[in-house]
């Protein structure tokens, strides 16, 4: 069974940083595209980020561009998303999910997902 479990999440102020950690298990997953996504109160969930299974092409959200950043280490079967300059409207809860070898910027695309982990950043 797949299971996928978060970490790293937290509160920060604004303009501080967290890291979120995702490691999956029940499966082999480095040929399978990862990402993140979260859902703040009152909204829907959206897309944060994505990596192809070889690391090599990354997607961004365009509110999080040049100030988080997605990696993966295939053989520890975890992604992790390294996020900077944080603000107030980044506060959510934040969702891994492990697609396809196609799946980028949509929910639809990820057949599994993490249970998620609390991001509050203050102003």
């Known amino acids: 069974q797949v299971q996928l479990v978060e970490s790293g999440g937290g509160l920060s102020q604004a303009g501080g940083s967290l890291r979120l950690s995702c490691t999956a298990s029940?499966?082999?997953?480095?040929?399978?595209?990862m990402g993140w996504f979260r859902q703040a109160p009152g909204k829907e969930r959206e897309f944060v980020a994505g990596?192809?299974?070889?690391?090599?092409?990354?997607y961004y959200a365009d509110s999080v561009k040049g100030r988080f950043t997605i990696s993966r280490e295939n053989t520890k079967n975890t992604v992790y998303l390294q996020m900077n300059s944080l603000k107030p409207e980044d506060t959510a809860v934040y969702y891994c999910a492990i697609g396809g070898y196609k799946s980028t910027y949509y929910a639809y695309e990820y057949d599994y997902w993490g249970q998620g982990t609390q991001v509050t950043v203050s102003s």
């Open positions: 990596i192809s299974w070889t690391g090599g092409n990354r």
């Open positions: 029940g499966g082999t997953f480095s040929s399978l595209n």
